[in-house]
């Protein structure tokens, strides 16, 4: 063979081995055997593991929340930088440029519906299944750490609709900033109560640095774009690749030990358990365990395709739910930003509302102090729950379901009966015009919520002497609190933050 | 007896601390790098023109400068309408005072608190003449409440 004959023959083959190249198995796996070899030598499929547990799949334990949740990431993600090419982050065109998106870009209205949708689906997707992983006990050992990476995941998701919506630079967006920015300020509330502020401005710093300025301007809308588009989306992707990381080295999904072993598949047959015949060398040497040691292949199938088509389903399912929601409905725009007047309500977006009730008590209290506490509490359950009964089975089994069901009703009935108090007779304030205001940042509503969940959890925990029972009663409760303020911020407060049954009963003004 | 420390195990542990101590200083930079150095942001002294346009017993609203200007009897006073809780503007009305729309904070004529969360009242800003006769206020600045300012 010439070498140009050689030259011509590779020149025609070289579609085909450019593709062999690129797939390290040569070509399309057609057995349970190729496929695992694919996965595993894949990138981006080996994040899974070769086999998946039946377990795992059933559509009851996990709603596929946190398939849900990265799907509408990867939307998010998408749409984002569509909207990045003719958004401009600057006080003057950001207005301008997002009318331009929402009127002249070619689908740039939808592109902006959609983004704004998965955006809200995954702020509900992020508390259903911060509920689902609680409630079912996964955050028990080994999952501990794996918790705490969900609880960070939670905070940046908020974060990032948080810096999102500030962007347009319209109404809701400039008075979410200062509100924001003074939130951040808030703990001078407590240096000043002290008179240390001179010496110890955490507030102040905190302002600063997410400001840039002492006044809500270009400075800031820069450093709310930068944390959007860059700083945040990094974080949230790197802490995504450790939790589905841990999930592998976890064990794969929880499930209930005490579980009937379920036949695995291996090819077209169903394979009973067997317990493994020989021992593993690596495991004499690496601490912990991996999902198959001792438990052989048992209840598994392939991840592919069985796993993989669930993730297509839920890709396909958040799409198609943002799609159909943004046809159907539009992102909001308010009015062009102006410093002299905010809007009469000024609300935030629902999920941040009860925190909006919370600040409406105190800015320290329900800004920052309450808020950490919470964080504090949640990332502490898992350290502070150590039996490792009921992992696997929603609520733990009928005394879990019990204590779920009382607390819902305890956690309902305080927060609403507190709040009718508070509604009809005021606060401290309005009986002693004087007090003190640390007198106030240490007891209002809010705390005083905070304080009857804490005592009513360890009740739970002296009547039924179970650390996880009293964990459930507090999640329940702060679950059932949050719906209540949330709903309390977005339907029953009106102009001046007045009571109203219903917004049609506001003045007109 | 202790060996003595060779030379090789020197040159190394230097290296690995001057790395250390360098990444330190390289981080601690970036790390101050966000925290703004100068302050940006507008004069925040507002001219308002003769005196004499504003009538005794008024108040009026200055949208530029956050602030309501009042004019009664014993001279002119000026308070802010940035509220003290989270920096919304506070609204006046005539005989009833100040209400915050964004988290219900409640101060009376004086611009103290009556009711809601804020932790202290409004803010009375320094009132001067400016050298070319009109009057002028300073946002920036803070008197004691009851101050007024005689023309």
Redesign the interface.
Known sequence: MTPTQEFLKNLKESPQHIRDSMLLVGRLPQTDRERSQSTFHNLFLHMQSVRTHRHSLKFAYTFGLGLILTASFVVLTVTGILLMVYYKPSTDLAYQSIKDIHYVVPAGRFIRNIHRWAAHLMVVAVFLHMARVFFTGSYKRPREFNWLIGLGLLVLTLGLSFTGYLLPWDQLAYWAITIGSNIASSPRELTEAFGITKWLDVGGFQKQLLLGANYVGQEALIRFYVLHVALLPLVITALMGVHFWRIRKDGGLSRAESAPAVPARIGERDVAVFEPTKTYGLMAVVRGRTPVVGRAPEGSVPSWPNLLWAEMAALMFTIAVCLVLSYFSDAPLKEMANPAIPENPAKAPWYFLGLQELVSYSAFMGGVGIPGIVLLGLGLIPYLDRDPRGVGVWFGGPQGRRTFWTSTAFGLASVLALLAFTVNFGWLRAWFPTIPQIVIIAINPGTVIVAMYISWSLWILRRTQSLRMSAIALFTCFLAGFIVLTAMGSIFRGPNWHFYWWPSLWPVH | MQEPTRRRDFLGLAALWSSIAALGTAFAGVLRL???AV????LRVYKLGDAAQFAVGTSTRI??G?FFLFRDERGFHAISSVCT?????V?HQEDEGF??????S?FNEQGT?????A??GLAWLEITTAPDGQLQVNAESQVTQGTKFQV
Not at chain 2, 113 to 117: A, T, Y
């Open positions: 966000p925290k703004p302050l940006p942001g507008p949208d530029a956050n809780h989270l920096g919304c503007i609204a209400a915050c729309p964004c988290h219900g409640r608190v009556i009711g809601g969360p932790p202290a």
